[in-house]
């Protein structure tokens, strides 16, 4: 450990030379969540939804460690100096990042503490320690400690006897010094707060307790005759990374099964305690845990204030936004209204569906599960990423092949944080006679493709879903997503082949409409930006997408802003994109929209990449990160009927909207808030859910054939 210190020491005294042309990603990924703590401070949001932000960014903090620090600790103990994009070691990164996580937290609490609580006071919903409960309050509590929580907790005294417990990943704990009031020896005792009970446990008339102080106050109970002289919280994160030799796994399942079980013991990588806790407890669980102190932050709130989140359950609408209904998309009403199938709408023209301002269950659900039952249906085929715990379209896809349909599913098991449950989604579809596939190896199959063959009795036809977000019914509510639902015969040959080379034996095929990486995206990426820059000044291109962190497609952009193309792009999280820059990028402008809904949708938009020379839409499953174009199987599709390419065009018209509230990157690299200076309005998901009812109310007319 010394030695590795010295390391950290000696490297932030080099001086530091980076490549300005690319923004490093792990400071841009907290730019990013620092935007997420901006939406917490905005006075113009309700508070409960001001709350609920700032239980996102705990989450995401979080992830970040798990992963991403977890990742620089790695290198940092291997021994590797080699340089990020931008020009900085990992110790230089682990330097830099530890100091913007400090400064971020330290904005957290002061917002937290300062503004929120007192303004939630305000407004009759008060989070309360034990000494503010009245008496009768501590009775109900006391009642409640006795019969829901005391039956569940399990003290862990360290002694010779005792070694120090595991402490589980991101476990809520209460650390405490017990002495024997007749020996005065003293014991140190760790109680894991279990998610059994609520976080934030309603007292009543809108006030909660958390659930540490209701237990502190009760821990006579555990340790009868003892005198508890300390206590205080602390939470540990641990690496949660999945390491896989896929080429020597002889049954990825159980691979992944194993590695699940390995995770839990992956070492720590920080330490988070309450500021009451005294040097010489935390220097116990340092120690314990072999860290160091620069792993350590103290926090003068509540630790994991992801426990917000239970705030958006109140009964209190005056303090929420108004929830938006998702509508049907127009052209699917005849298919509640009447006895027509989902598929004869589908057959007189394709179906653009934006959700969730269109609804997910009577588009895409609606069309799995009519594939479930139509006895004309011959077989279903789907990839799986991330499809949720309550799985409307598992059970349609298990209702299928027990009934004789040939159901094959893609089940990723590498998809991070849901590795459990797509591997118990996959051994409940195999019990059901479905074929079930775990992907390539070396790639993660990250594309959103469902295929159903029907016998239409003139012929077989294909039917294709293609998307940009997960079959998942939960995060389709919350998350903004695009769909496509078509029976082009060229797509569907397209999907037949690429689920051919997915679930088969054999190379891939080239492809007549869909691009897919990793055989052809990068490649076709870069002949669309180039035709632009072919254009000079007449060229356009604009993106929305998650993130852009490739090197690669970061200068073809570059080079296409120098040959006069205008280039705008929408990027919810990591850009390492460089914005404005006299010389490098002066006509690439970056904006970043947050709102009730993540921004999840990718839209791709070249002014002259279609065949005929005009304007080429596409939408699909692949961000510009190395890892998207590289090692996972995305796909994008072209978009060419006019009213979903005018719906795409207004989507994009919204989101780049000069009256909106939005974060813009400029020539300094700082991420700068526009649009009203005291209100959230406009904002452009609002923009987008009005037209959207709109242009429902528009179609929604007798005859929809």
């Known amino acids: 450990m010394e030695t590795q210190d010295q390391e950290w020491e000696d490297s932030l005294e080099q001086p530091r030379l980076f490549d300005v042309r690319i923004l490093n990603r792990e400071l841009s990924w907290l730019d990013f969540n620092d935007r997420v703590l901006s939406m917490a401070a905005e006075t113009g949001i309700p508070l409960l939804d001001r709350a609920r932000y700032l239980a996102i960014f705990s989450s995401n903090l979080d992830e970040f460690f798990q992963v991403r620090v977890a990742a620089l600790r790695d290198q940092i103990a291997a021994g590797i100096e080699t340089p990020a994009a931008d020009g900085r070691t990992p110790l230089q990164q682990m330097e830099e990042v ?43 509590m006391a009642e409640y400690y006795e019969n829901r929580i005391f039956p569940v907790l399990t003290p862990l005294a360290v002694d010779p006897g005792h070694p120090f417990p595991y402490i589980s990943d991101l476990a809520l704990s209460i650390a405490a010094t017990v002495a024997d009031p007749d020996s005065a020896e003293e014991r140190f005792v760790r109680l894991k707060v279990p998610d059994l009970f609520p976080r934030l446990i309603e007292v009543g008339n809108g006030r909660l307790l958390p659930a540490e102080d209701l237990i502190a106050a009760h821990l006579h109970t555990l340790f009868m005759g003892m005198v508890v ?27 992944v099964e194993m590695e699940l079980r390995r995770r839990r013991f992956k070492r720590p990588v920080r330490l988070e305690v309450h500021e009451s806790m005294s040097a010489e407890m935390t220097a116990l669980l340092v120690r314990e845990l072999d860290l160091d102190q620069r792993n350590v932050s103290r926090h003068r709130a509540l630790l994991d204030l992801a426990r917000l989140e239970v705030l958006a359950s109140l009964n209190r609408p005056d303090l929420k936004t108004v929830p938006w209904t998702p509508v049907t998309a127009g052209r699917l009403l005849v298919v509640e209204d009447s006895d027509r199938s989902i598929f004869s709408v589908i057959r007189d023209r394709a179906l653009l569906v934006h959700h969730p301002y269109e609804s997910f269950a009577s588009s895409v659900e609606a ?68 074929h079930v596939v775990y992907g390539m190896v070396g790639l993660k199959t990250h594309c959103k493709v469902a295929l159903v063959v029907r016998d239409d009795g003139d012929q077989l036809r294909r039917y294709c879903h293609i ?99 205008k280039i705008e792009m929408i990027v919810r999280g990591v850009c390492g994109l460089r914005a404005g820059v006299p010389g490098l990028s002066e006509n690439i402008t970056v904006r970043s929209v947050l709102g009730r809904y993540l921004e999840h949708s990718r839209i791709y938009r070249f002014g002259h990449g279609h065949a005929d020379g005009g304007v080429l839409h596409l939408i699909g499953s692949a961000d510009l990160m190395p890892r998207n174009l590289d090692r996972r199987v995305e796909v994008l ?64 007319r007798p005859n929809l054939a």
Not at 387 to 397: K, Q
Not at 513 to 538: F, M
Not at 663 to 692: I, K, V
Request: overall charge negative; aromatic content about 8%; some cysteine.
């Open 98 to 140: 530890g100091l913007r996580v400090n400064e971020l937290i330290a904005r957290q609490e002061d917002l937290f503490l300062d503004e929120l609580r007192p303004a939630l006071a305000a407004v009759g919903v008060r989070i309360v320690g034990w000494k503010d409960l009245t008496s009768d309050e501590k009775s109900l």
């Open 229 to 255: 002289t300390e206590w205080s919280t602390f939470r540990v994160t641990r690496n949660a990374d999945l390491t896989l030799e896929e080429e020597e796994a002889e049954d990825l399942l159980e691979a």
């Open 367 to 434: 069309f799995v599960a009519s594939a479930s039952e139509d006895p004309r249906v011959q077989s279903i085929k789907m990839t799986l990423y991330r499809a949720g715990g309550d799985s409307p379209i598992i059970r349609s896809l298990i209702e299928a092949a027990e009934r004789g349909v040939q159901v094959a599913v893609l089940v990723e098991l590498k998809a991070r944080f849901d590795e459990a449950t797509n591997v118990q989604w996959a051994r409940q579809l195999e019990r059901a006679g479905v």
């Open 467 to 565: 998307g940009t977000g997960n079959y998942n019914s939960k995060t389709a509510r919350i998350y903004e997503d695009l769909g496509y639902l078509t029976c082009d015969q060229r797509i569907g040959a397209d999907a037949g082949h690429l689920f051919n080379h997915l679930t088969g034996y054999s190379r891939s095929e080239s492809y007549d409409t869909l691009i897919v990486a990793p055989r052809d995206l990068r490649g076709r990426l870069y002949d669309l930006i180039r035709n632009e820059a072919a254009h000079g000044s007449e060229g356009r291109i604009m993106i929305k997408c998650n993130s852009i962190a490739d090197s690669g497609m970061i200068e073809a952009l570059y080079e296409a802003s120098a040959a006069g193309v």
């Open 637 to 700: 599709v072209p978009i060419d009927h006019p009213r979903h390419r005018e719906w795409l065009d207004q989507t994009l018209t919204f989101l780049s909207s000069s009256e909106v509230v939005r974060w813009e990157l400029g020539p300094d690299d700082r991420w700068r808030r526009r649009g009203p200076e005291d209100r959230f309005s406009p904002d452009a998901q609002e923009m987008m859910y009005r037209w959207t009812v709109a242009r429902q109310q528009q179609t929604r």
